[in-house]
């Protein structure tokens, strides 16, 4: 197909405005439309605004930000958009409302202009589907904000021509953003991986296993996440990330995997909906979360010696060195004395099932998560069974605690925090793999480009041991009966022949 020099946008709102932006500064003629006029001035004035801040920082030439002005018509009729190469549509989420865009828009574009949608949640084919030429239809996801993230899918509906795709690829390079390439399925890349973090974290809640600022802090602080699920589902508002939830759960037909929560239901209901409303999981004053501080760890007399089970072997050893390294006395031995704090490592189980399956003192014991290792200064999750007493579960948190590092305390959980979140996150793109829906590499591009995860899933998941990931997944399905943790495919057999999951 020959390349593209001009683009038509309907759609002037942020989305819109921000295609606009990056097209007009890659040399493209950018023609937009809005049916309010008042949409269209806005959007000119915030575009011209935006050059203009982006001169006085230095980040662009004042005849780079005249030229991209000069480029850029508002348009009052779509038919200014006849000799468009490209039309994306970035207007509201309703099939019938794209659906008749596409059927005016074939009357008036040339045959060889490509149609993009920029959905995030409706299919391609679908849309498609009220076109003569349905193999010019092509999905072009970008992400707000549209210049920051960096990273565009490029979605091939059942009838799309490929050369289509290739198409939108090599514009998106034009523009500076990433292209990755995926099929035509519920929440294609990022909206389908995204779905473990934020479910997983809601399910946690919901249990009573962690408050959100318990869970954040987890996910953050030893997990290496920038942002944990409660804090970006008030970022994103409720009304956004919720619908989303429930429309990829029904669209993948009540896969367990997917499962909403209830929590966000009743909360979306009673207007609680994030930062933008001053409410969601946390309180927000003059935009600011608030957040009670957290307890100081306890104060012990003394603390009583420690015996760590051996049933994981490098569990054990990470934890006997860091208690060594705080002077803590160690006990030897196949079965720990009356007198020893008891602490026990699970590997998707809860600490009541870790003890019950080592035939254990449950009153003496606490498990501690080491999926992430154990290093000085992070903070650290450690839970305790029901029957724990609290001399023993103060005893544990002043001792891991000791040498300053935070300490969480949950209540009995399989999995912990981040076991059962990064579990989930990795199961959930070996999968999407699995069904050939991207590439490996490009599953990882897109969730590590538009969620900002410290690492992709398909990456984490290799750092971590697939093995390792396979066990926490079988483990929790053990404790709780639920398919929600069964393991992919993609990762059972990996984990089996000993492959990276990035491998095809």
């Known amino acids: 197909m020959k390349q593209i020099d001009s683009v038509g946008i309907v759609g002037a709102g942020a989305m819109g405005r921000g295609i606009a932006q990056i097209a007009a500064q890659a040399g493209l003629r950018v023609y937009l439309y809005d049916t309010a006029q008042a949409a269209l001035a806005s959007a ?40 468009c190469g490209l039309v994306i549509e970035a207007i509201i989420e309703r099939l019938d409302i794209k659906q ?8 008036i574009v040339g045959p060889d202009c490509i149609l993009a949608s920029n959905t995030s949640s409706l299919s391609i084919t679908a849309i498609a589907s009220a076109c003569q030429r349905p193999s010019r239809v092509a999905g072009y996801h970008f992400f707000n904000p549209v210049p920051l993230m960096k990273v ?31 099929k035509d399925m519920p929440g294609f890349i990022v909206n389908h991986a995204g779905r473990g973090l934020n479910t997983e974290g809601l399910r946690l809640l919901q249990e009573g296993v962690a408050s959100c600022a318990q869970i954040d802090a987890v996910m953050t602080e030893q997990a290496g996440f920038r942002m944990g699920p409660f804090e970006l589902m008030d970022l994103t508002g409720l009304d956004v990330s919720h619908p989303v939830m ?49 307890p100081p760890a306890p104060t012990v007399a003394s603390l009583p010696p420690v015996w760590v089970s051996a049933v994981r ?26 007198e020893a704090l008891i602490v026990v490592a699970p590997c998707g189980e809860d600490a009541t099932t870790a003890a019950c399956d080592e035939g254990l003192d449950a009153r003496r014991t606490v498990a501690v998560d080491t999926l992430h290792g154990l290093p000085i200064g992070r903070r650290r999750t450690l839970m305790a069974t029901p029957l724990t007493e609290a001399r023993w579960r103060d005893a544990a948190v002043a001792l891991f605690s000791s040498d300053g590092a935070p300490v969480t305390l949950i209540e009995d959980s399989p999995g912990f925090v981040a076991q059962r979140i990064v579990a989930t996150i990795v199961n959930i793109a070996c999968e999407i793999a699995q069904q050939r829906i ?17 690492q ?49």
């Open 152 to 182: 565009v899918e490029v979605i091939d509906g059942l009838r799309s021509d490929p050369a289509v795709g290739d198409a939108l690829s090599e514009l998106a390079r034009r523009m500076g953003h990433t292209p990755v390439r995926a």
């Open 44 to 83: 000119r004035e915030a575009l011209q605004q935006t050059w203009d801040k982006l001169v006085q920082r230095g980040k662009m030439e004042a005849a780079q930000a005249q030229a991209a002005l000069g480029a850029l018509t508002l348009c009052d009729d779509l038919a200014q958009m006849r000799d």
């Open 246 to 294: 429930e429309s990829i759960y029904r669209q993948f037909f009540d896969e367990p995997r997917f499962r909403p929560s209830p929590l966000t239901t009743v909360r979306l209901a009673g207007g609680l909906l994030g930062r933008k409303t001053g409410q969601g999981f946390y309180t927000y004053l003059d935009g600011k979360k608030q957040i009670e501080p957290e």
């Open 456 to 504: 992709g899933p398909l990456a984490m998941g290799d750092a971590l041991g697939p093995a390792r990931i396979v066990e926490i997944l079988r483990n929790i399905v053990r404790v709780t009966g639920d398919m929600r943790y069964r393991p992919s495919l993609w990762l059972q057999r990996r984990a089996q022949l000993g492959m990276s999951l990035l491998d095809r």
């Open 438 to 454: 991207a590439t490996p590499e490009d599953i990882d591009r897109a969730v590590t480009l538009g969620l900002g995860y410290p």
């Open 100 to 107: 008749d865009l596409f059927r005016k828009l074939e009357g």
């Open 313 to 338: 072997p490098q569990a054990r050893t990470a934890i006997v060195e860091l208690l060594l390294g705080m002077e803590a006395r160690i006990q030897d031995g196949a079965v720990p004395s009356d």
